[in-house]
């Protein structure tokens, strides 16, 4: 493991691994850089892969207050400990992360992302104080209440569902990161595609989604490649949402490394 230091002085923990034109890998909600670990293990024979603890995750700082664009200076740091300019691969909210660095102006020479966590018009958006409910759960103490308004409001699983996994061996995990559920509420926002912002985004930006999702992730994924200068959405034949590196892998090292 490596330390980077963000622009705010937050201590950012990452490893790197393998050899090639460096890619940052930026997960989503509920995720540490373990989430990441496998899919940088196929990557790295053809690319330096640079897999980090976003803010309040794993080894990596968490100096408050929290904004949105303490994480994109997070990026910033991984993109200079890079050597200045680099690849980026975004996964569901970690996706929307990327998105806005890279419409920040953030030095990123291609762009992927895999089913970044926006809803269009079939799906009913969260309230719009959804951050500021689970501040307050998780400041009382309700963290197993923050995970449940969280999955139930913002990732759409059916509450049957969510009452089945209270007791499922990964929800300590889940408890133990809720604070940073807050953070993911603020970077998805309204969770619609920012079209006008889009059109400044220059890099190749390639937009994943699995054929087995719900359909508004293809329509949002074909949306975000139309409203960027240079973008291709691509479907994914009998995936869902979950990272499957034998199944990305191949994409995106010809997208990364030209083959």
Do not use: W
Not at 71 to 99: K, Q, T
Not at 237 to 258: C, K, N, R, T
């Amino acid at each position: 493991m490596s330390e980077t230091v963000s622009a705010d002085g937050t201590r950012i923990a990452f490893d790197r691994s393998g050899v090639g034109p460096p890619v940052i890998l930026v997960v989503g909600a509920f995720n540490d850089r373990s989430t990441g670990a496998p899919l940088a293990k196929t990557l790295e024979p053809r690319l330096t892969v640079f897999n980090y603890d976003r803010r309040g995750r794993g080894a990596s700082g968490d100096t408050q207050p929290y904004a949105v664009e303490r994480e994109v200076e997070d990026l910033n740091a991984l993109i200079h400990e890079a050597g200045g300019a680099a690849s980026v691969f975004g996964y569901s909210s970690g996706a929307n992360l990327a998105i806005d660095g890279a419409i920040r102006g953030l030095n990123i020479t291609r762009l992927a992302t895999y089913e970044a966590a926006f809803i269009d018009e079939t799906v009913p958006p969260a309230p719009n104080d959804i951050a500021a409910q689970l501040e307050q759960l998780v400041s009382s103490g309700r963290r197993g209440d923050a995970v449940e308004l969280f999955q139930t409001r913002l990732v759409g699983i059916p509450e049957p569902v969510v009452v089945q996994m209270r007791n499922a061996p990964f929800r300590p995990a889940l408890e133990a990161i809720a604070h940073t559920l807050v953070y993911e509420a603020m970077v998805v926002g309204d969770r619609r595609v920012p079209t006008t912002r889009l059109r400044s985004v220059t890099s190749p930006t390639l937009a994943l989604y699995g054929a087995e999702s719900p359909a508004f992730m293809g329509n949002t994924a074909k949306a975000l490649a139309e409203a960027v200068q240079h973008g291709e959405a691509r479907g994914l034949d009998g995936q869902s949402h979950d990272i499957v590196p034998s199944a990305l892998a191949p994409i995106l090292l010809e997208f990364f490394a030209g083959g």
